[in-house]
């Protein structure tokens, strides 16, 4: 039996003996994955309402491992919107000179994890389809019967939890911890959605921020949040595309990169018209959103070679239905209640058809409608990323990175203006420190998290 998630909210804020205020210093204890210790900080549900009920966060630390060598704390910020980061201080490849001198602290945001657990109840069928994908004509009413649904569930079954998930929270959360473990200023290196709380971090704290990396970066315009990331994602499959294309192309599968651009939207419209399986048009346009490193070359190959009879690889295992329900609530909320989306359903519509013409790698899902479109909350208030603040940021960005595509990076240099440096790296792939292989990016970052000597300008590693 499921307890409505309100009622859950209550009876966590109700027994939070277990969880330290954030005034109050943290006590740790051996959690997995070992050897990794936990806390639990207690949160105002509202921050608006600090002495109202509270939610409780999970926080993990790695002690440094050289005490007194210790500089300071480098949390982790998790990525998402929906995932979680207690792992992260020992899953993430952070260099052991790094984890050496820092307290390496992570979390699970509200809602997801450890911390006070956030669900839409959605059905089985609208958890699967999650990502606006349009029929294979280019129509969307399933799309918008599926919003509809999504947004009305999560308004009768999320609570207040659901109503108070956003990036501006999540800021505020990120405070709270940093008080919880009594750090006057704290280090960070915050990853695609988390390089965006990082960044309103350091414009809402700048004075609470010690070396700041953003790594993997999205369009910050307050107007649009979620909406530009969303799309932006056309411009970054057109990019890393040309990934897969050199890739093709040597495994012989095409002669030029205009033969495999080809290869891969014949495919797609064949898979369209004829699924095999499990294996459809949209299934391998995802797998080319989803190609974060070179890794995934040579399955997305192996999906296109599906349509013209080749083996069906074996199909991806989704997350437990528990922890796929917690990641739709956190994310379907963060993305709505951070800004304001369009509500008339005909402006999806043309959107979609305009999207589908000037990007078919990616056949309109980034106009497509999401929930945003039926939620009935208003937003809260976003936080404008400025140049306000210490000069302390560094910026490390791949240039092909279908994900969070490079235009948007520059966005979010401009943004910080005087505040930030930007690494570029000339790879593909979504996540650039310790994930690219680009020797020259991952010793800018090293070297600003332990000496502070970031590079005296803008500079692209080849």
């Known amino acids: 039996m499921r307890i409505p998630v309100l009622a859950a909210v209550l009876a966590?804020?109700?027994?939070?003996?277990?969880?330290v205020p954030a005034n109050a210093a943290a006590v740790w204890?051996?959690?997995d994955p070992a050897p990794l210790q936990c806390t639990s900080v207690a949160v105002p549900l509202d921050h608006a309402r600090p002495h109202g009920a509270q939610v409780s966060l999970r926080v993990s630390r790695l002690p440094a491992g050289r005490p007194a060598d210790r500089r300071g704390t480098l949390v982790l910020i998790p990525s998402g919107p929906g995932n979680t980061g207690v792992a992260r201080p020992v899953t993430l490849n952070l260099p052991p000179e790094v984890r050496d001198v820092y307290d390496v602290v992570s979390f699970d945001p509200r809602g997801l994890g450890g911390s006070t657990l956030a669900s839409c109840e959605l059905s089985l069928a609208?958890?699967?389809?999650?990502?606006?994908?349009?029929a294979p004509d280019g129509g969307i009413s399933a799309n918008v019967a599926t919003a509809r649904r999504v947004a009305a569930a999560c308004a009768g079954n999320g609570g207040d939890l659901v109503r108070s998930i956003s990036s501006r929270t999540e800021v505020d959360d990120l405070d709270r911890i940093r008080a919880a473990l009594g750090e006057r200023r704290i280090s960070y290196w915050g990853i695609s959605y988390g390089a965006y709380v990082g960044a309103a971090y350091a414009t809402r704290y700048p004075g609470r921020t010690d070396r700041v990396v953003l790594d993997s970066l999205g369009d910050p315009d307050p107007d649009r949040l979620a909406r530009g990331?969303?799309?932006n994602t056309a411009v970054g499959a057109e990019d890393r595309f040309a990934d897969f294309a050199r890739w093709a192309v040597a495994q012989g599968m095409a002669p030029d990169a205009a033969a495999a651009r080809e290869l891969f939207l014949s495919a797609a419209a064949r898979l369209d018209r004829?699924?095999?399986?499990?294996?459809?048009?949209?299934?391998?346009?995802?797998a080319l959103r989803g190609l974060n490193t070179d890794a995934g070359l040579p399955r997305l190959g192996q999906l296109v070679r599906v349509a013209s009879g080749g083996p069906l690889p074996a199909p991806p295992q989704p997350p437990p239905a528990a922890a796929l329900q917690n990641l739709a609530?956190?994310?379907t909320a963060t993305i709505c209640n951070d800004v304001a989306w369009p509500r008339p359903v005909e402006d999806y519509r043309r959107g979609v058809a305009d999207n589908r013409a000037r990007y078919p790698l990616t056949a309109g899902m980034p106009a497509n409608i999401t929930p945003c479109a039926f939620w009935p909350y208003p937003p809260h208030q976003p936080i404008r990323i400025t140049d306000r603040g210490p000069s302390n940021v560094l910026l490390?960005?791949?240039l092909r990175d279908q994900a969070t595509p490079y235009a948007g990076a520059?966005?979010?240099r401009e943004a910080l203006g005087r505040r930030a440096v930007l690494v570029s790296v000339d790879a593909g792939g979504h996540g650039s420190y310790r994930s690219s292989g680009n020797a020259c990016g991952d010793a800018a970052v090293t070297r600003y998290l332990l000496t502070g000597t970031r590079p005296a300008t803008d500079v692209l590693c080849r």
């Open 410 to 412: 520059l966005r979010m």
């Open 126 to 134: 609208d958890l699967g389809g999650l990502n606006p994908w349009p």
């Open 12 to 19: 966590t804020a109700a027994s939070l003996c277990s969880a």
């Open 396 to 398: 490390v960005q791949n």
């Open 229 to 231: 990331w969303l799309a």
């Open 329 to 331: 609530a956190v994310a």
């Open 29 to 31: 204890e051996p959690c």
């Open 274 to 286: 004829s699924p095999r399986e499990w294996v459809t048009g949209n299934t391998l346009r995802e």
